[in-house]
């Protein structure tokens, strides 16, 4: 199923930006408004929330953003909630996932990202490093950091390679590893061209920070995903793509929520006449 652009009567936006959020509605608003300060160029964002209860919806919507929402069903499929709007309702290249701890601290944030993102497909944040003791590489587009250890606060991937990889796995329930193993697949289907070490991957650390709030942390999760990621490893050899589901129900319930938000947004555009930072007012 393809969705209208929400913007059918103007330029299509050059990059997506997908904020990924869950009752932490005082960090996305700060997330908001620095990605409003220090983003430049043509532009469509979008918030997923896995179920707040804290009244993000409500305020999302008030700043004229769509926000695909449902109940918590946890990181994988609420990554996915924003990967499929700004694939099938904008045409956007590449796509930005942005969790709420994550913002841009200097104008053009996106610029360094955005030509990574073309030399490599996928492109993840670096974190956790000794700054004495960086790893390889100079952090820069056409050098970037290669690390076995990435985080998914920031992570930009072209269009392309996300139609032939695919989107993260649904079998991942509530929090961790899903991201790893998302990315595991682009290393495995670029890592002949990408022409660096086994198990490394392209990283940034540039133009982006993460505060570091409260996490939502599981280890019970953590632990069952854990095993997921094990058993996925060790059942498939070579690259794969995967679907945002499993089965008609759950792209039933996913094609519903990019709905709920096109016609929200809608809504809000038609009670609300002003002018609108986001590309797809």
Same mark, same amino acid.
């Given at each position: 199923?393809?969705?209208?652009?929400?913007?059918?009567?103007?330029a299509?936006?050059?990059?997506?930006?997908?904020?990924?959020?869950?009752?932490?509605?005082?960090?996305?608003?700060?997330?908001?408004?620095?990605?409003?300060?220090?983003?430049?160029?043509?532009h469509?964002?979008?918030?997923?929330d896995?179920?707040?209860?804290?009244?993000?919806?409500?305020?999302?919507?008030? +700043?004229?953003?769509?926000?695909?929402?449902?109940?918590?069903?946890? &990181?994988?499929?609420n990554?996915?909630?924003?990967?499929?709007?700004?694939?099938?309702?904008?045409?956007?290249d590449p796509?930005?996932l942005?969790?709420?701890?994550?913002?841009?601290?200097?104008? *053009?944030?996106q610029?360094?990202?955005?030509a990574?993102?073309?030399?490599? +497909?996928?492109?993840n944040?670096?974190?956790?490093?000794?700054?004495? *003791?960086p790893?390889?590489?100079s952090?820069?587009?056409?050098?970037?950091?290669?690390?076995?250890?990435f985080?998914?606060?920031?992570?930009?991937?072209?269009?392309?390679?996300?139609?032939?990889?695919?989107?993260?796995d649904?079998?991942? +329930?509530?929090?961790?590893?899903?991201?790893v193993?998302?990315?595991?697949?682009?290393?495995?289907?670029?890592?002949?061209?990408?022409?660096?070490?086994?198990?490394?991957?392209p &990283?940034?650390?540039?133009?982006?920070?993460?505060?570091?709030?409260?996490s939502?942390?599981? +280890?019970?999760?953590?632990?069952?995903?854990?095993?997921?990621y094990?058993?996925?490893?060790?059942?498939?050899?070579?690259?794969?793509? &995967?679907?945002?589901?499993? *089965?008609?129900?759950?792209?039933?319930?996913?094609?519903?929520?990019?709905?709920?938000?096109?016609?929200?947004?809608? *809504?809000w555009?038609s009670?609300?006449?002003?002018?609108?930072?986001?590309?797809? &007012?």
């Amino acid at each position: 199923m393809r969705c209208l652009s929400l913007r059918e009567d103007s330029a299509l936006p050059a990059f997506g930006i997908g904020i990924i959020t869950r009752n932490r509605l005082t960090v996305l608003r700060q997330t908001v408004a620095a990605i409003k300060r220090f983003t430049a160029g043509t532009h469509t964002l979008v918030i997923a929330d896995d179920g707040s209860e804290d009244g993000t919806v409500v305020w999302s919507r008030r +700043q004229g953003i769509p926000v695909v929402t449902g109940p918590r069903r946890g &990181c994988a499929l609420n990554k996915n909630r924003a990967l499929y709007y700004l694939m099938t309702c904008v045409s956007c290249d590449p796509l930005f996932l942005l969790e709420d701890d994550t913002r841009p601290i200097t104008l *053009n944030w996106q610029n360094e990202w955005i030509a990574a993102a073309h030399r490599w +497909q996928h492109v993840n944040y670096c974190y956790g490093f000794d700054r004495a *003791n960086p790893p390889p590489g100079s952090g820069t587009f056409d050098d970037p950091f290669l690390c076995p250890a990435f985080g998914g606060h920031c992570t930009v991937t072209t269009r392309d390679a996300l139609n032939k990889v695919g989107f993260l796995d649904p079998r991942f +329930q509530g929090y961790g590893w899903e991201h790893v193993e998302w990315s595991w697949r682009f290393r495995h289907y670029y890592g002949n061209c990408w022409g660096i070490g086994e198990r490394l991957l392209p &990283c940034l650390d540039i133009g982006v920070a993460a505060s570091w709030p409260p996490s939502h942390f599981n +280890q019970r999760e953590m632990d069952a995903n854990a095993l997921v990621y094990a058993q996925i490893r060790s059942a498939i050899i070579g690259p794969y793509r &995967c679907d945002p589901w499993h *089965n008609d129900s759950e792209q039933a319930a996913l094609v519903e929520e990019i709905m709920r938000a096109r016609r929200a947004a809608r *809504n809000w555009r038609s009670l609300f006449r002003w002018s609108c930072p986001w590309s797809w &007012c």
